[in-house]
């Protein structure tokens, strides 16, 4: 399964015929992709299309029911801790305590992370300093924005330095002005770190201004994987979107795929985030 690149650095995700089956139903299938050092890769697809479990079995919190993923050289089920060690994660739920103040939450995330006491000041400073959030750091996180409460959700996945990346969603239910601040911090963490990052969303815009390169996914499998240029040029219409290219891989399910309990917890969500 190992391969290293043209620069001669192994790819810090590797998935091979990943599999999740629940019962008989296939959520996952046969999943391949690489994702290089420093890369932002985009999992598209429509709801039901199984990118969330592709998330939860790289984060260790779902076992494989076949295949293997390798995450900066560890396997995903046989060396979780290593792999946990690794990465970082931001889900679509809300992971901020309301009830503590920024610096509180950032110091929990420390302690969880068993980042040395020596470090942890200066580890937590320079999160919120680089997250905009310094000034803020002790007011109480109920009474953050929604912009701030994702910046601040993204400070605690970053506080150990992980090699990548996973943000499930990460713009959900925010205003426009606070989705481009998320992404402009993205960007400055991929320049500033290395970091890769591996990220699911519905807006197609971002993944278009984001990532390098993105898969679509449709009923567990992959589809197409490409730039989102690529992609475009790949189909007979000028001007073409990545929307257009949405459509034309899965079909209207980018229209229709989203049912009343999904559109029920996004509004949640949404609502949370204020």
């Known amino acids: 399964m190992t391969e290293l690149n043209v620069t001669g650095r192994r790819p810090t995700l590797e998935v091979h015929e990943l599999t999740r089956c629940f019962e008989k139903v296939t959520a996952v299938?046969?999943?391949?992709?690489?994702v290089e050092h420093g890369?932002?890769?985009?999992?598209?697809?429509?709801?039901?299309?199984?990118?969330?479990?592709?998330?939860?079995?790289?984060?260790?919190?779902?076992?494989?029911?076949?295949?293997?993923?390798?995450?900066a050289g560890f396997d995903v089920t046989r060396q979780p801790t290593e792999v946990?060690?690794?990465?970082?994660?931001?889900?679509?739920?809300?992971?901020?305590?309301?009830?503590?103040?920024?610096?509180e939450n950032l110091l929990i995330f420390a302690k969880l992370y068993?980042?040395?006491?020596?470090?942890?000041?200066?580890?937590?400073?320079?999160?919120?300093?680089?997250?905009?959030?310094?000034?803020?750091?002790?007011?109480?996180?109920r009474?953050?924005?929604?912009?701030?409460?994702?910046?601040?959700?993204i400070a605690q996945s970053i506080l150990h330095q992980p090699q990548i990346l996973f943000l499930d969603e990460p713009t959900v239910g925010l205003d426009p002005r606070a989705r481009s601040q998320v992404w402009e911090l993205l960007q400055q963490l991929r320049t500033n770190y290395g970091t890769t990052i591996l990220l699911t969303t519905h807006f197609l815009e971002e993944a278009d201004n984001l990532c390098h390169?993105?898969?679509?996914?449709?009923?567990?499998?992959?589809?197409v994987t490409g730039t989102p240029a690529e992609l475009k040029a790949s189909l007979?219409?000028?001007?073409?979107?990545?929307?257009d290219v949405f459509i034309h891989y899965t079909g209207d399910q980018i229209a229709s795929g989203?049912?009343?309990?999904?559109?029920?917890?996004?509004?949640?969500?949404?609502?949370?985030?204020g």
Do not use: C, W
Not at 29 to 34: C, E, V
Not at 46 to 71: D, R
Not at 88 to 103: C, K, M, N
């Open 258 to 273: 989203v049912s009343y309990r999904e559109t029920s917890r996004i509004r949640r969500a949404a609502q949370r985030l």
């Open 213 to 223: 390169r993105v898969a679509i996914m449709h009923q567990g499998k992959e589809v």
């Open 236 to 243: 007979s219409k000028s001007h073409a979107t990545l929307d």
């Open 84 to 103: 946990r060690r690794a990465i970082g994660y931001v889900p679509q739920a809300l992971s901020a305590d309301g009830s503590l103040t920024g610096y």
């Open 114 to 141: 068993d980042i040395k006491r020596t470090k942890r000041e200066y580890r937590i400073r320079e999160a919120l300093s680089f997250m905009g959030l310094q000034d803020v750091a002790n007011r109480m996180v």
């Open 29 to 34: 299938d046969a999943l391949s992709f690489t």
């Open 143 to 153: 009474n953050y924005s929604g912009g701030m409460i994702r910046k601040l959700e």
């Open 39 to 71: 890369e932002v890769f985009g999992l598209l697809g429509p709801n039901g299309a199984g990118k969330s479990t592709v998330i939860k079995m790289l984060t260790t919190l779902l076992p494989p029911s076949a295949g293997q993923a390798m995450i």
